[in-house]
């Protein structure tokens, strides 16, 4: 937990930046029926019937000190999908970092081993070089500001009928 604390202690410096990385998986849902339209003092209205269309996944990536987000969704969540998504961190969001911090839960797709798997040795080798890799504790991605990130994506969905497990 320290270790993550003293990562956030850190002033914003554009060649090393702290970046929060999460995913989330969603149910994608539709409508049965069409909502009964809104009236006057009467809020749009809708059936809790819905159809389920499968799932999927985001990924973001947050940057608290530069106020920064970053997402992709993705049809599943795979080592391959991860790898993807942290390329192009290092090349199109930080092409200029000397190296990104990144902070995240310590899930078996999110380790450097995946980029193997995506790329070539030589490209992954690249990429894996421009990381500095945190991992929250054990039942403490709490610390992750990407998971609350999320948490917030989720409830404000939520809110607005779209519904995200």
């Not at 604390?5 to 409508?31: A, F, H, N, R």
């Not at 106020?67 to 993807?84: E, I, N």
């Not at 899930?107 to 945190?134: G, M, Q, V, W």
């Amino acid at each position: 937990m320290e270790e993550t604390l003293d990562i956030y202690k850190k002033p914003y410096d554009p060649q090393y930046p702290q970046v929060c990385l999460d995913e989330m998986s969603t149910q994608l849902i539709g409508e049965v029926r069409a909502p009964l339209p809104a009236e006057p003092g009467k809020p749009l209205r809708y059936d809790t019937e819905y159809a389920r269309n499968g799932t999927a996944n985001i990924f973001m990536a947050f940057e608290p000190l530069a106020g920064q987000r970053y997402t992709k969704v993705t049809a599943q969540r795979t080592q391959v999908d991860w790898a993807h998504f942290v390329q192009a961190l290092v090349d199109q969001h930080y092409p200029h970092a000397e190296k990104i911090r990144l902070v995240m839960d310590n899930l078996n797709t999110h380790t450097k081993a995946s980029l193997y798997e995506a790329f070539d040795p030589l490209e992954a080798k690249r990429i894996a070089d421009k990381l500095e890799i945190h991992y929250t504790p054990k039942h403490g991605s709490w610390l992750n500001m990407a998971e609350i990130e999320l948490s917030h994506l989720s409830r404000r969905m939520r809110s607005q009928g779209v519904l995200m497990v």
